[in-house]
T-cell receptor, first 115, second 112 residues
């Protein structure tokens, strides 16, 4: 299979701390990367994306870093809030190829923010 | 602007039956893809449609099929349901390859 085992990594932080969620991707041909947040019972919600010609992109309270050399992606969340508690997925796509619509997802990380 | 809409949200089917799930993409989006999410396998790609044509398919048996209509709305069908088909089925849409892919809330299918 292409993703996910039974045991998701977990990250537990205090409200106000910065969070860093890491992801290793598998396909060196991937040129488009997305982070999604999924809350219980809901579909994945787009957070931020980055293309392979960039190594950093910032959004509101979030930053994505891309290291193509080691095929690593990270999501930084500043001043984490209880509402940020969710499962976070990274996804990769070979957008320049024929992978139409196909994202390959990482296993996900459970983020828990304590008040 | 309305998001990706999926119906029904919840359904229970009996083993051996078939099921059809519906998806309305974001207005203007012509690419619709489907994913299956289970605790054991995570999110897995089923297939993608663009302008009524299937352009890509994941590693699922032929019991899983789909189609897209001229208004970009899509349906997926699972025939001869098995217990292992119990999952959250997610639909996603985008404007074109390489553009942001947005997901719907999903259809929860339970096979008993």
């Amino acid at each position: 299979g292409e993703s996910v085992g039974l045991h998701l990594p977990t990250l537990s932080v205090q409200e106000g701390d910065n969070s860093i969620i890491n992801c290793a991707y598998s396909n060196s041909a991937s040129d488009y990367f997305i982070w999604y947040k999924q809350e219980s019972g809901k579909g994945p919600q787009f957070i931020i994306d980055i293309r392979s010609n960039m190594d950093k992109r910032q959004g509101q309270r979030v930053t994505v870093l891309l290291n193509k050399t080691v095929k690593h992606l990270s999501l930084q969340i500043a001043a984490t809030q209880p509402g940020d508690s969710a499962v976070y997925f990274c996804a990769e796509q070979n957008a320049g190829g024929t992978s139409y619509g196909k994202l390959t997802f990482g296993q996900g990380t459970i983020l828990t923010v304590h008040p | 602007k309305a998001g990706v809409t999926q119906t029904p949200r919840y359904l229970i089917k009996t083993r051996g039956q078939q099921v059809t799930l519906s998806c309305s993409p974001i207005s203007g989006h012509r690419s619709v893809s489907w994913y299956q999410q289970t605790p054991g396998q995570g999110l897995q790609f089923l297939f993608e449609y663009f302008s009524e044509t299937q352009r890509n398919k994941g590693n699922f048996p032929g019991r899983f099929s789909g189609r897209q209509f001229s208004n970009s709305r899509s349906e997926m069908n699972v025939s001869t349901l098995e217990l292992g088909d119990s999952a959250l089925y997610l639909c996603a849409s985008s404007g074109r390859t390489g553009n942001t892919i947005y997901f719907g809330e999903g259809s929860w299918l339970t096979v008993v």
